[in-house]
């Protein structure tokens, strides 16, 4: 996210494999957060995709960009999760999971956040259950921005994210009166699919 909401640091090594997991879970930590500028949206359009199933949503998306601006964007994102139970969707892990907000899975979510180290900024209201905040803190985990033992990522994957995660991108993938964000939806859907593969195989 372009200002993180946690307090964290590390100094771990980290191969290229992982660091580019790690930006995907940031770019979708960014737009999810938030509706993008301009300058991130001419940042999104230059995405280059290949013949994979991933790389093809890269370029899906670099096209939805470049037809988008700042304001189509942000309406967009308004009509998608303005407001509690406003928007088309709603986020959140514990909605997902329970079918109500401020849930068990945030609870969980907060314990697990206490026995990482993490410490939430004063002053942010979101429910740390977002699915932003939550990609933020994959991308984090990933990137060796906290100090974690290997494999914390897949635990808190697992844990937090495998039993709805995919759902939520499907849901936004297929809103119909969205571009931008279905094709986000689209990106979301496709690399959790790789992720969930991944883990599997090196089960």
């Known amino acids: 996210m372009q200002e993180s909401i946690f307090h964290i640091s590390s100094d771990r090594v980290v191969d290229e494999i992982d660091r580019a997991r790690a930006q995907e879970y940031a770019l979708l930590a960014i737009l999810l957060s938030r509706s ?3 300058a991130m949206i001419e940042r999104v359009a230059l995405l280059r995709g290949d013949a994979s199933l991933l790389g093809a949503a ?5 096209e939805a960009a470049a037809r988008a601006d ?11 999760f303005a407001g509690l139970g406003q928007g088309a969707l709603l986020p959140y892990a514990s909605h997902y999971l329970t079918g109500s907000l401020y849930g068990r ?9 206490q026995h990482l180290g993490i410490e939430r900024d004063r002053g942010h209201s979101e429910p740390e259950d977002h699915v932003a905040i939550l990609c933020e803190i ?13 494999g914390a990522d897949r635990e808190f994957f697992e844990k937090h ?7 939520f991108f499907v849901d936004l993938e297929n809103v119909k009166s969205a571009d931008f964000y279905a094709r986000v939806g ?18």
């Open 138 to 150: 994959m991308a984090s985990l990933i990137g060796g921005d906290l100090a974690v033992p290997p």
């Open 70 to 80: 700042e304001a189509s964007a942000a309406r967009e994102y308004f009509d998608l």
């Open 36 to 38: 993008p500028d301009r």
């Open 58 to 62: 890269h370029a899906d998306l670099a």
């Open 186 to 203: 689209s990106l979301g859907r496709t690399f959790v699919d790789v992720e969930t593969e991944a883990f599997a195989l090196s089960a």
């Open 105 to 113: 899975p945030l609870a969980r979510l907060r314990e697990t956040f």
């Open 161 to 167: 994210l495998a039993r709805w995660i995919r759902r």
